[in-house]
């Protein structure tokens, strides 16, 4: 079939389209709101929960600090302080950039474009998520145990014997699962970039 | 008028338009319908910026057509929550039967496209020509060019229509 058969069968079906009648004034709107109520639910929900339990956790230590007197505490909660503020904003600004894309704004090359990018920086704050989040498993206890005045269990050997190797095991078979799941996503990503 | 009237009347005037673009980025009615209520979706989330926008027909072509390339990228059946057998979209119409063999082979060819090349297809097939494509892809108007040169290569060594059902 030549490109002119084409535009011209094309021609027909715009036609026959024009014909239809308009859609409904109720219905259309109907689509608009329950689209955007289940967008903002769906998008924003797990994000935020997530980003309080961190805030909440990050202003008890800092409010405890004073009640550290232990150097090492003091460095241990500094650190986990500064992961848990700064992860979920490194996090929730990926996703910003991701939800940013100008579908009313951009032409579809740059719109793709944009879109993997972003895709691609979330999956680099979720690897730095992993890596720190190892290292919170080890900074977080000393000073709780500092806090609540029972320092006997982690001056145990053997409780860190125990609980290191559990503790990265588990880290390794959760980042496993999730950054298989975000690898899908970058996956996806790159094919839409290549097809470019 | 107001903003939802506004909408409504946009909506109303280019529903084809629309329709046009679900036929060709997806090939089950129920994603063509998830995908037409999408669209509306989007036009809706970014009205204001048509308001601003020199040329509403490129911008809401755009919209469609980076709607249709995100929400396929997304590729999840969800069910539907607004039934959109109102709409009277009439797909089954009685047509020339080998005129709509053939129609459904177009379809086809172009789905077979990537999803850019499938987009420039699409307003090649409602007579833009290559700089006005260049301005709603974003795109050059020389890598149209070339594109087009592609996509007509590729079309031409397909084999003509073949009497295959592609949808119900």
């Known amino acids: 079939m030549e490109l002119e058969e084409m535009q011209s069968l094309w021609a027909d079906l715009s036609q026959k389209i024009e014909k239809q009648d308009k ?3 109720e219905l259309l709107m109907d689509i608009t709101k329950q689209k955007f109520r289940k967008k903002l639910d769906g998008i924003r929900l797990p994000e935020m929960i997530g980003s309080v339990i961190c805030y909440v956790y990050a202003m008890y230590l800092l409010s405890k600090f004073p009640e550290l007197e232990l150097w090492y505490n003091q460095v241990f909660a500094m650190i986990t302080i500064l992961i848990m503020t700064i992860l979920p904003i490194a996090s929730l600004n990926a996703i910003k950039s991701m939800r940013s894309v100008k579908i009313g704004g951009d032409a579809p090359a740059q719109m793709l474009e944009k879109f993997a990018k972003s895709k691609i920086k979330f999956w680099k704050v979720q690897r ?3 890596i720190f989040g190892a290292l919170t498993l080890i900074t ?3 000073p ?3 806090i609540k005045g029972n320092m006997d269990f982690i001056s145990k050997p ?7 190797p559990c503790g990265l095991l588990y880290m390794y078979f959760f980042s496993r699962w999730a950054l298989g799941k975000y690898k899908k996503v970058m996956n996806s990503s790159e094919q839409l970039l290549s097809e470019l | 008028m107001s903003k939802e009237e506004e ?9 084809g338009l629309i329709y ?3 036929l060709i980025y997806s090939k089950e009615k129920d994603e063509q319908d998830d995908l037409y209520q999408e669209i509306v979706y989007q036009t809706w989330k970014s009205f204001d910026q048509f308001k601003r926008a020199s040329k509403p027909s490129t911008w809401l072509y755009r919209v469609g057509m980076n709607t249709a390339i ?15 057998d109102q709409t009277l979209f009439n797909y089954s119409e009685p047509m020339d039967s080998k005129k709509d063999e053939k129609i459904q082979w177009l379809y086809a060819q172009i789905r077979k496209l990537n999803l850019l090349d499938r987009g420039i297809m699409f307003l090649f097939l409602e007579g833009k020509n290559y700089e006005e494509i260049g301005q709603i892809t974003g795109v050059s108007t020389s890598n149209v060019g070339t594109r087009m040169s592609r996509i007509k290569q590729k079309l031409k060594s397909e084999a003509t229509p073949k009497p295959t059902k592609i949808w119900n």
Not at chain 1, 158 to 164: D, G, R
């Open chain 2, 20 to 22: 046009k673009i679900t």
């Open chain 1, 140 to 142: 977080v206890l000393p």
């Open chain 1, 158 to 164: 053997l409780f860190w014997a125990i609980y290191l």
């Open chain 1, 128 to 130: 730095y998520g992993v």
């Open chain 2, 7 to 15: 909408f409504i009347h946009l909506i109303q005037e280019n529903q």
């Open chain 2, 70 to 84: 995100t929400h396929l990228n997304k590729s999840k059946k969800k069910p539907l929550m607004v039934s959109m």
């Open chain 1, 23 to 25: 859609i409904q004034k």
């Open chain 1, 144 to 146: 709780i145990a500092e």
